[in-house]
């Protein structure tokens, strides 16, 4: 009798912190979509990817039509655990966050940082964190080993980006100090900052470490990376405020497919570092 009252005790107490509650959500339950998404179950959800973001979002070589990567299998396996529709809509990346707040698409789900600016006008669900590397040429001609290096060079980041901001700041550390100031470079997307280190146009681009990497590792004749910066930043799926029940869904299923160790295992099928995982959390401002 004693251990059956203990026993109750220990699960009202874990019912009022909110852990069987979690616990109970950490499962696919595609059948019962109409039941819990009311607003969206039936409905196609228009995903917004940049289609030339490796390791995350990127046309298949074989099939220029399929998108894969990791974002990509992330959301193909999170709707399937949800029982939600949902299709592909590509674009370039500087312009899928404003296709999401105009109501065009329903989620930009593409190597997406969190930022309490962007968190005004949309809801995250985050799922890992971000490290941020910095690209150069082969043999690092400039001898950039850390962004303090990039005073007085041609610097690429995407428009809209933390690394924008980043240069930014930077560039006024550098001028504060009595160097010459960075020269920024904007690039719309993945694919045309990459070119602008090929062809000799910028000295460093500084994006997302995973990123950095793949490109290394499948062009080593022509880059490499000159730095990496734990940047603590978080990474999400994004969607308008107001759509509760998308916003749910989404959570729900990268918590059950954590849960299951899904994720784990497609961020190390395509390249990415497993570590990088973190619990799923619904993110506002």
Known sequence: MRRSKRLLATLLVLVGTGFLAAEALAKCEPEKAAAKYPSVAGKKIKVAVDPESPPYTFRDPKNFENIIGFDADLTRAVFKCTGLQFEFAAGGWSGLLPS???GQNDVMWSDLYYTAERARQVDYVVY???GTGGLVRKGNPKGIKSLGDACGMRAAAGLGTVEEAAFRDQSTKCTTAGKPAIQLVSYPDIAAGVRLIQNERADLMMTDLGIVDRATQENPAIFERGFKILTGFRIGAAVKKGNEDLLKAIYDGIQAI????????????????????????ILRK
Do not use: F, H, R, Y
């Open 100 to 102: 999401v707040i105009a």
């Open 128 to 130: 890992m964190e971000a």
């Open 258 to 281: 954590q849960t299951e160790g899904t994720q784990k295992k497609l961020l190390e099928s395509n390249g990415v570092d497993p570590t990088l995982q973190v619990t799923a959390e």
